[in-house]
């Protein structure tokens, strides 16, 4: 599930003579830029390598096209009041039909990074791409409401016609994908379909081959080392600052790939990265000291903001291949025991060094309004409880224990199951042996092992009736603060509705078609209040279902090299929005 928008941009566009420039605000950065700040290198981390360049078949929150369309997307939001305001649009769009047709002018005068200009042929050819299943883009659940498609239409080189299903809330998140050059995908596309474009841009590919809408396009990839992406030389044109210097300011944005976070924590601390994230108190105890002994100069601010990312374990209910994993799996007794055998609160004392808290929904941690809205309507918390957990295994027929502890059934079979996580994460590492540990205290066998990244989301995304895991201990980030809910994660069928995914999509159960129905009602409900309440009841029958079991929220940090300068103002950071904006930072 990924955030759709992530620059904001001025409210307003100027003069007609100025309309190929969008002016960036100056009160979006404390500290202001001059024109003697200009180039450099922003130095990253990642602690999985990329998986590949094509914008269409990438799966992982954190990948090479997410970063290159940086500064892509028709709408934004205003970090200081969350609203909509255009961007590579031109002006706001004519909506009409009851809210269902939106009509939208494109800015003109943007180019990609080899100099073709930017049209609507660009965002029609995206979205035919991402809704042919047969691409298997993980963005296709965007382009579909209640099942059936959002239609795009050109009625001009510079104008777009979108027309919705239904009414949505999240309409302006949904206009806002990047558009991918036609002239590359779609040439593919009408020459040799699904296939042909699958087949571009992989990690092989010379990066002189490599085209980009947005701030950043590839320079350099070195396969388990680095990644280098330069500035797109033809973003500056439309982008600037207040002072109408063209944005970025920085040259290159290098990525480079370490062990873990435990790596990429030193790395920050040797002052060999510019920021990180913090995972714990132990993290903030080893910044503060560097900070303190003169080895790094660094900002650092603890506990900002709640968390807007989730973690969470889910069982396959697809396993043809093992019918008994299957029937257990589907059982939502057995689901409730595993949330009574999750000791959250071990796992935010011992995994986040006591900043974070429980949580219990999909709905992230940051958006409180949501959550205490769905307490309130009686959604349930099945909390650690050993005892209640053994009393739910019993009713599914686990009540005696072999030799070695471990609950057996009538045949003497084993309750046990394979829970994995990607490797390098230590804080999911350290949520799932606390899980094991504790699973093993009621007699439940956690065959626990931490596995490559990519591997992971390959089995997490895999449909069929034998997909080919048990349990995966993961978490998602992304989405946006208007319906706090995942478009590809809540409703059957959908790219990331990890627990059920069978071929054809169908749910499994009344509650996840009560999930679905709730999902597409609340998207519908334009008012905040009735949709926060539609919200409620959603949390309420996923507290029910247990269909993913929700651990714990972390809290938000910020930390960076006092090398870096363009941050927001210490009031406007927080997990949503970061604490800066990549255009503005500059290198002091």
Known sequence: MKKALTLALALTVGTAAAQSAFVWPAAWTAEQNTANKRGGELRLSAISDFKTMNPFTSSEADSIPDRMETGAGLFTQDPRNDEFIPYMAASAPVVSNNNKRFVVKIRQGMKFSDGQAITADDWITTWKIHTDDKVGSNSRDNFFLVGKPITIKKLDNYTLQFDFPQTSSKALVLMSYAPWPDHVFGKAYREGGADAVKKLWGLSTPASQIVSPGMWVVDSYRAGERTVFKKNPNWGDWNKDSRGQELPYLNTMSVRIVADANASLAAFLAGQ????????????????????????????????????????????????????????????????????????????????????????????????????????????????????????????????????????????????????????????????????????????????????????????????????????????????????????????????????????????????????????????????????????????????????????????????????????????????????????????
């Open 273 to 588: 990265i510019d920021t990180v994230a913090m995972r714990n108190a132990d993290d903030l105890a080893q910044t503060k000291k560097a900070i303190d002994n003169g080895s790094l100069k660094a900002f650092l601010k603890a506990n900002v903001s709640p968390q807007a990312q989730s973690q969470w374990i889910t069982f396959n209910w697809n396993k043809a291949g093992d019918p008994a994993k299957q029937k257990l799996f589907r059982d939502v007794r057995f689901r409730r025991a595993m949330s009574h055998i999750a000791n959250r609160q071990a796992m935010v004392q011992l995994a986040l060094g006591g900043l974070g808290s429980e949580t219990y929904f999909s709905v992230y941690p940051i958006f409180k309004n949501q959550i205490e809205a769905g307490l309130a309507a009686g959604a349930p918390q099945y909390k650690y409880d050993l005892a209640q957990a053994s009393k739910l295994l019993a009713q599914i027929g686990y009540t005696k224990k072999n030799a070695q502890g471990y609950l057996v059934d009538k045949s003497g079979k084993v309750l046990e199951f394979n829970l994995s996580t990607n490797a390098g994460n230590t804080v999911r590492e350290q949520l799932g042996r606390i899980f094991a540990d504790e699973a093993k205290k009621v007699g439940v066998k956690v065959n626990f092992t931490p596995i490559d990244f990519n591997t992971l989301v390959g089995q997490l995304t895999s449909k069929g009736e034998n997909r080919p895991f048990d349990a995966i201990l993961l978490g998602l980030s992304g989405g946006d603060n208007v319906w706090s809910f995942g478009q590809n994660v809540v409703p059957c069928g959908t790219n990331l509705h990890s627990y059920n995914n069978p071929t054809d999509g169908k749910c499994a159960t009344s509650q996840e078609q009560l999930m679905t129905k709730l999902y597409y009602q609340g998207d519908a409900e334009l008012n905040d209040a009735k949709r926060r309440a539609i919200g409620a009841q959603l949390m309420k029958a996923e507290g029910e279902l247990q269909p993913v079991i929700y651990l714990v929220g972390g809290n938000y940090h910020v930390a960076f090299n006092e090398r870096l300068g363009g941050e927001f103002a210490a009031n406007m950071m927080d997990a949503y929005y970061g604490h800066r904006l990549q255009a503005l930072t500059f290198i002091k």
